[in-house]
């Protein structure tokens, strides 16, 4: 491993989408922006070498690792809050690059009940809000507390088998498969459940929960529900990322097409019921948000944010023009060039700060054990330092 106070760089080794052997190297550079949303160099922030989680759950990633040999798109990851001058009871954030959009209507909190004289749920009406932050435990999702309740805990011989920080209700079908942290999510009518119901911050301004949708009805139709939209970092064991590692959440019904799909923001084979082995798509490597996964950045775009900026209400970032030639080991005392790629933009907005993952990888004759890595050569050079 390379490193430094302007960048950190790691090579690696493995195989790419052609189960082809490659090295791949990894560059990581900071940057803080002014006012003005122009770039400057700062020291970098390491290279993440294994997922992080919210202190509050097991469940919410708040650091995806650095430590992917190739990402087929660019993560693009926004922390921070959703926010706005003065109190409101709604109002909507966006991020955007180029011809692409995620937007999110913000709500203040709000509760379901059940109408006494209708006997229809209905939601009480916002409160006023003026910032939300930008995670999935704020969005669309979450488990029916109530039906999980009905869950047999396992044997305590079991138990005994499982990691401390595994909770062994973790995968079953009363926890939303998109999103396990959120809000709003039930499965089974329930007087109790509606109660303690709590509904999202964060809605898909297109596809916004209801009092007609809000019950899923059956354990196989949660495919039907509303996509949760965020711009945090997606967790490997949600859906549809973990289709691409091979597995398939169930219950399901698989004549239903998901919404991702038809939004062309997830594979068209995410629904094929194969074995994993089969399966496995390196878009796995992938954990940006839905419509947050790009194809590959070059690095002189500029990033829109609505009303998530601490005092502007549309801030610009212009993503700094650094691109790093990168060469990993060609063997016989030669480097190899790579084409370098962004696989990961880390904008924290509150801090002022962006953080930018850069990859090149070329072919390699066999893979190579990390004891080896260690003293094999290779090169990162900014053209603009």
């Avoid at 005392?333 to 509150?350: A, E, F, N, W």
Wanted: charged content about 25%.
């Amino acid at each position: 491993m390379r490193t430094n106070k302007k960048f950190h760089a790691r090579q690696l080794s493995g195989m790419n989408n052609k189960n082809k052997y490659i090295l791949a190297v990894i560059a990581k550079r900071s940057y803080s922006f002014n006012a003005d949303g122009k770039c400057y160099l700062i020291e970098a922030e390491k290279i993440v070498e294994d997922i992080e989680v919210y202190s509050e759950s097991n469940n919410l990633i708040d650091k995806d690792m650095d430590i992917y040999l190739y990402k087929p798109y660019t993560d693009i990851i926004v922390k921070g809050k959703a926010r706005t001058a003065s109190k409101t009871r709604q109002f909507v954030s966006r991020v955007g690059i180029g011809n692409r959009s995620v937007e999110m209507l913000i709500i203040g909190n709000r509760k379901v009940y059940l109408d006494s004289s209708s006997q229809k749920l209905k939601f009480s009406d916002p409160e006023f809000i003026h910032e939300v932050p930008l995670r999935y435990d704020y969005a669309y999702g979450g488990v029916d507390i109530v039906a999980e309740k009905k869950l047999q805990q396992p044997p305590d011989e079991i138990l005994k088998t499982l990691p401390s920080d595994v909770d062994w209700r973790e995968g079953n079908p009363f926890r939303y498969p998109r999103n396990p942290c959120g809000k709003g999510y039930i499965v089974e009518f329930n007087k109790s459940m509606i109660e303690q119901l709590e509904l999202p911050n964060i809605e898909d301004v297109s596809n916004r929960l209801t009092t007609n949708n809000i019950i899923t009805g059956s354990l196989d139709k949660w495919i039907n529900m509303p996509l949760p939209v965020c711009t945090d970092w997606v967790s490997p064991i949600w859906f549809p990322r973990l289709t691409y590692f091979g597995f398939i959440h169930n219950p399901v019904d698989l004549s239903i097409t998901p919404e991702e799909v038809k939004k062309g923001l997830a594979d068209n084979n995410i629904m094929d019921n194969l074995p994993p082995q089969n399966k496995f798509n390196i878009r796995s490597a992938n954990g940006a948000s839905l419509g947050l996964q790009t194809p590959h950045l070059r690095g002189d775009e500029i990033i829109t944010l609505e009303n998530i900026h601490p005092t502007k209400t549309i801030f610009n970032i212009e993503l700094p023009n650094d691109i790093p030639d990168i060469f990993v080991d060609g063997r016989k005392g030669k480097l190899k060039p790579t084409v370098p790629i962004i696989q990961t933009l880390v904008i924290r907005s509150d801090e002022k700060k962006i953080d930018i993952v850069w990859s090149g990888n070329a072919e390699a004759i066999r893979p190579y054990m990390e004891e080896e890595l260690k003293e094999m050569p290779f090169k990162v050079k900014w053209r603009l330092n």
